[in-house]
């Protein structure tokens, strides 16, 4: 079997295709979305993707402010930005960029920020809603797969979905989300056992471990589905997976690459949550 590639910089450019008429409807009546980022020092990784997803809104027509703070910002500097991005209402979303230097809480800034501007779907409230149903901003990676998934037709309902990883970014919502979708679920961590015995039973393979080819051939079944959420760097310093594309492609019947695969949809769904907050602040 040759595993049909999931495009996901296809899938993501017919979403934001749709994106572009409830955007330029929000622009019409004087609201435009818009998105504040907040970068604190000086992470390259992290400039890169904030960057990115500036340009991705200038291309959509989201309104977007970059607010950049040096290294030694303490919490409570950080706390005050936030709560006036809160209370700006130019912004329908705001995204403090992980990870954030030592000096400060993550989760004191997750929590700080409004649930209804919180974008990247890191707040417990989001994360408490999306686990009991509700009005809820799912976080971007794991709600980009399931977009993913359903774009591709591949019927979620009664499958055995199989994550690799437990993040609270990037595991752990995507069982709920799966779950959700009415998947039967398994997730799998540094401690499991055998997790090539867990994952061969898997219709839906999900690896977000962040080590370069832990999933081969021999952890899949035949005809499985693989999405690989890994971004890792090969001896030539080239980015590469989780999954050993090359070895799984001819055993699995659909297949994320990396790149090309995943990381379009993460910000594709940045996108899809922001003009969304839009939408719901203008019918409040
Ligand atoms: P974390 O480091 O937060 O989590 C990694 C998870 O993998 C942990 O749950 C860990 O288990 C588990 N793990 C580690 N080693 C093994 C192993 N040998 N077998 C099974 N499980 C293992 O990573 P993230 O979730 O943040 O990211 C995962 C990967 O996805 C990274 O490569 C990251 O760069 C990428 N990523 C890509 C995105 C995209 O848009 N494409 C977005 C976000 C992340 P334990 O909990 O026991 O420690």
Redesign the pocket.
């Known amino acids: 079997m040759t595993a049909e590639i999931i495009d996901g910089r296809k899938i993501g450019l017919d979403i934001r295709e749709e994106l572009k008429s409830r955007i330029e409807k929000l622009r019409e009546s004087g609201q435009p979305p818009g998105l504040a980022v907040v970068l604190v020092g000086h992470n390259q990784a992290s400039k890169t993707y904030v960057s990115m997803k500036q340009k991705a809104c200038t291309e959509l027509g989201i309104y977007s402010e970059l607010i950049e703070l040096p290294e030694e910002t303490t919490e409570a500097a950080l706390l005050e930005v936030v709560n006036a991005l809160n209370e700006n209402d130019r912004i329908h979303g705001i995204l403090v960029q992980l990870p954030l230097p030592d000096q400060i809480s993550e989760a004191a800034v997750i929590e700080a920020i409004k649930p209804e501007k919180d974008v990247d779907g890191f707040h417990p409230v989001n994360i408490g809603r999306m686990q009991t149903g509700g009005e809820a901003f799912y976080p971007?990676?794991p709600y980009?797969i399931i977009k993913m998934l359903e774009h591709k037709g591949i019927n979620i309902a009664g499958k055995h979905a199989v994550i690799?990883?437990?993040?609270?970014?990037?595991?752990k919502p995507m069982g709920q989300l799966l779950l959700n979708k009415h998947a039967t679920v398994t997730i799998?961590?540094?401690?499991?056992e055998n997790?090539a015995y867990h994952t061969k039973q898997a219709d839906i393979v999900i690896?977000?471990?962040?080590?370069r080819h832990?999933i081969t051939a021999d952890h899949i079944k035949d005809g499985a589905i693989v999405i690989d959420?890994?971004?890792?760097r090969d001896d030539a310093g080239k980015l590469c997976?989780?999954v050993d594309f090359e070895g799984c492609k001819d055993k699995a019947s659909a297949i994320t690459p990396?790149p090309g695969?995943?990381?379009p949809?993460?910000?594709t769904m940045l996108l899809a949550n922001t003009t969304e907050s839009a939408e719901r602040a203008r019918m409040k």
């Open positions: 971007c990676t980009g690799v990883g437990r993040s609270n970014i990037v595991g799998c961590h540094s401690r499991t997790l690896a977000a471990v962040g080590i832990l959420v890994g971004m890792n997976g989780d990396v695969g995943v990381g949809m993460t910000i």
